[in-house]
């Protein structure tokens, strides 16, 4: 039981590029999040989704888009890299989907726009 | 939407003393209120939680109280370790609209052997 996984663990990225971070759960959870963590300012949500087919914006959509075409991936694409994208990167997921469960992380993708 | 304030952000203490938390919500929806730790170069990890119908709830060395009236709710780490340093951030959430959780900024905790 792998839990969480996510790739690449690091990526530098010139602005204007694109690309997709990848994130992968085995544990069958219904709810999936992509959180970014900024030095002071904790983990903002960008996008989840609450099963296969469903997503939805969080705090901080732009520049971001995801799909969920089965339960266990979530991938998140930046569609046109800004320095602004320079972050940690965080996937996460929980087994029911009304926000108050254990969320699990994955271990991070840190990521460089130059 | 929910807004969650965390104090301090850093906090250094000499291992076997007691350390604390503070954080603030402002919805008063908000109704279910985790911390979790995060470890150098790992993801966040829940370590404890709490709802809003009790006021407090305890896990060996750690314990989380919860004022719904004054809406703030505190981590309390004591005789702690050095492998207790680590970030440590709250959460907030209503369970509904979004049904994500909503973080504090964090807080570093150095225990200094």
């Known amino acids: 039981n792998a839990g969480v996984t996510q790739t690449p663990k690091f990526q530098v990225l010139k602005t204007g590029q694109s690309m997709t971070l990848q994130c992968a759960q085995d544990?069958?959870?219904?709810?999936m999040s992509w959180y970014r963590q900024d030095p002071g300012m904790g983990l903002r949500l960008i996008h989840y989704?609450?099963?296969?087919?469903?997503?939805d914006q969080g705090e901080v959509p732009n520049g971001y888009n995801v799909s969920r075409s089965t339960t266990e991936d979530f991938p998140l694409r930046l569609l046109s890299a800004a320095p602004s994208q320079t972050s940690v990167y965080f996937c996460?997921?929980?087994?029911?989907?009304?926000?108050?469960?254990?969320?699990?992380f994955g271990p991070g993708t840190r990521l460089l726009v130059l | 939407g929910e807004n969650v304030e965390q104090h301090p952000s850093t906090l250094s203490v000499q291992e076997g003393d007691s350390a604390v938390i503070k954080c603030t919500y402002s919805?008063?929806?908000?109704?279910?209120f985790p911390w979790y730790k995060q470890e150098l170069g790992k993801g966040p990890q829940l370590i404890i939680d709490?709802?809003?119908?009790?006021g407090e709830k305890k896990d060996q060395r750690i314990a989380v109280t919860l004022n719904k009236t004054a809406k703030h709710f505190s981590l309390h780490i004591t005789e702690t370790q050095p492998e207790d340093s680590a970030v440590y951030f709250c959460?907030?959430?209503?369970?509904?609209?979004?049904?994500?959780?909503?973080f504090g900024s964090g807080t570093r905790l150095q225990v200094q052997p």
């Open positions: 996460a997921s929980s087994q029911g989907t009304s926000g108050k469960e254990t969320q699990y």
């Open positions: 544990m069958n959870h219904e709810y």
């Open positions: 989704s609450v099963g296969a087919g469903i997503t």
């Open positions: 919805d008063s929806a908000s109704n279910y």
């Open positions: 709490i709802r809003s119908n009790v």
């Open positions: 959460a907030a959430s209503t369970g509904a609209g979004r049904r994500a959780l909503t």
